[in-house]
């Protein structure tokens, strides 16, 4: 994931923030010595190089994830470093999924804040729900790519399971099962809906022919590379010959002109 967050921060005008809320605000300053905002207070520093750090309300900590801000020919993404590790990453990939598509090389810019999942529900506005579902899908298939899925749904885990296994929220796994399976697995939206909520429930036949197909999509994409293989392997093959005496004396012989030898880049030329 570092290497995803690294390539944004290195080739765009990103500046990157962690936030929490400040201890004195939470339990009163008595006692506790001023807090000053510096980059000591930040907790995954490896995560991303040259961030900074702030303190904000907290209620509007409790309430949001992530926030990002266009200024200018800068773009800032404030992330909320009180929440588990996963939770963080996935928070941020979501929002340069946001920076991505919708303010990068945009004239009309906007910011995008992203709320906890206990605040989402009837929280965003109709324009905006589009946008935090593709930042969410997105997101999800970054951090969970579909090899991993795959090689989850092949060993039998369960759907919490693979919660578990991620970090992923229940939301969030969902999201990412049903893109999979409507769009890898290239099933109809209502029957891949329907397995996603079969599969949760921990329905044995669900989660036996969820294991199938995808079986089914590692076998057929392994016979792809394995064609794919032989393919630029004979061409190789051809282009090497041609330029031999024994390509020579083959052409000869079938009595062919330099200009009639069909070439391995042709649509029509044969395999051999």
């Known amino acids: 994931m570092t290497d995803i967050i690294n390539y944004f921060r290195i080739n765009f005008n990103i500046h990157f923030a962690f936030f929490e ?14 807090t000053q905002p510096d980059s000591s207070w930040i907790k995954y520093k490896d995560t991303i190089q040259g ?3 702030c303190f904000l309300d907290s209620e ?8 990002t801000i266009p200024e200018g020919n800068r773009t800032l993404i404030l992330i ?15 929002e340069l999924c946001h920076f991505y598509f919708h303010i ?11 709320l906890t999942n206990d605040q989402i529900d009837g929280q965003y506005s109709e324009e905006l729900i589009p946008f935090e579902n593709e930042a969410n899908i997105i997101g999800s298939i970054l951090f969970c ?4 899925l ?14 578990r296994n991620t970090g992923m929220s229940e939301p969030a796994m969902h999201n990412r099962l049903l893109n999979y399976i409507e769009h890898a697995l290239r099933l109809p939206f209502r029957l891949a809906l329907n397995y996603v909520l079969k599969f949760r429930s921990e329905d044995p036949k669900t989660r036996q022919i969820l294991r199938y ?9 392994a016979a792809n590379k394995e064609t794919e293989t032989l393919i630029k392997i004979q061409s190789a093959y051809v282009d090497k010959l041609k330029g031999s005496s024994f390509w020579g004396e083959i052409v000869e012989e079938l009595g062919f002109s330099d200009d009639q030898v069909p070439n391995s880049e042709d649509d029509d030329f044969p395999n051999i």
Not at 60 to 67: A, F, M, T
Not at 104 to 114: P, Y
């Open 213 to 221: 197909k995808v079986k089914q999509q590692i076998d057929q994409r």
């Open 145 to 148: 790519p579909g090899e991993r």
């Open 150 to 163: 795959e090689y989850m749904l092949a060993k039998k885990y369960t759907f919490k399971d693979m919660c």
């Open 104 to 114: 990068r090389d945009k004239d009309k810019k906007q910011a995008f804040v992203s």
């Open 60 to 67: 509007i900590v409790d309430r949001i994830s992530g926030v």
């Open 21 to 34: 809320a400040d201890t004195t605000e939470l339990y009163g300053d008595e006692g506790w010595p001023e």
């Open 51 to 53: 961030a900074e750090f």
């Open 80 to 94: 909320n470093q009180d929440r588990v590790y996963p939770r963080i990453i996935f928070t941020i990939l979501h």
